[in-house]
């Protein structure tokens, strides 16, 4: 039964990883579009479909941040402990980043000078690019097999900076450009009308999310080697075991969702995004278990009093009840535009 119980919560706490993945790498994403749209004669019409987009629900998708926090820090208080003693400079920049991207995605809307409006946009986008780096290349030195029970095996700043853990920030990197410039497509079709004489911004997200699903496949094809390289047992169970369905599904998905934008076709492609790189997400944690430390640290080891453990899934299974149809409900309005004043 505490088996049961623990895993449970192990699922719980990839289901929020994920869900912040998806969630919150549209976002992210989106950020990483407005960073780079001072190469488009069209900036500012980018970049106010971004803040339209964006304005509704980004604050809400760091719910999921700080459900993933929660879990671990309860649930697994061992696997805390030694993630953040061993890589606490990644989650310093990722969150220093969190604070910069909120308050200039703000400041920006307020900034009364052109200088003013394009210094707030650049640390916004430098910050769109930083946090998901971060926050995916602890994955990759946890995957590496460079944190140990208690502390790192390795000094600091070699596990910070393993090529696994900077592998895995250039799949989030990759992955939230795919996600936000996919989201970004249905933006520009929905708010269409107010460009009848301004750019084609849907054919503008439209080559854009095609080029970076191309480009997260190839940077996930290189970071499977290395994983083969440096972690065999969780490639083993990436290719061989729990992850391979997921990895098989976030490939097809993402070829889907490139062969969609390619050929114009617009139904299905968000549901398909989220899919593909929530599958990424998936394949990566099945793949390690019975581990939350590769080699080192299974789930039952990690895991906190069969009480504690017991008692957080319950509260957990009851926040997700009022959290889940609160989001949902916040989504859908957004989308069928109903939040518009």
Known sequence: MNTLVSYGVAGALLLAVTAYSTAGGTDYGAGIWDLLAGRFRHTAEVRTLIDHAMAPVWEANNVWLVFSAVICWTGFPLLYESVFLSLYPLFAVALLALILRGAFFAFRKVATSATGRLLASRVFGLSSLLAPFSFAAALGAIASGKVGVGGPVVPIWQACLDPLAIAFGAVALTATAFSGASFLVGDARRYRASYEQGPDLVEYFRRRTVAAAVALLGVSLVVLLL???????????????????????????????????????????????????????????????????????????????????????????????????????LYTLDQRSALES
């Open 227 to 329: 994983i083969a390289a440096e972690s065999p047992t969780v490639f083993r169970g990436m290719v061989a075991g729990w992850g391979l369905p997921f990895a098989i599904t976030a490939v097809l998905a993402v070829l889907t969702v490139a062969t969609l934008m390619w050929r114009r076709v617009y139904r299905w492609y968000r549901v398909l995004t989220v899919m593909g790189v929530g599958s990424f997400v998936f394949a990566w944690g099945f793949g390690q278990v019975p581990y939350v430390l590769p080699g080192r640290l299974t789930i039952q080891q990690a895991a906190g009093a069969p009480a504690i453990e017991a008692l957080l899934l319950v509260i957990t299974v009851v926040a997700l009840v009022l959290v889940v149809p609160s989001l949902f409900l």
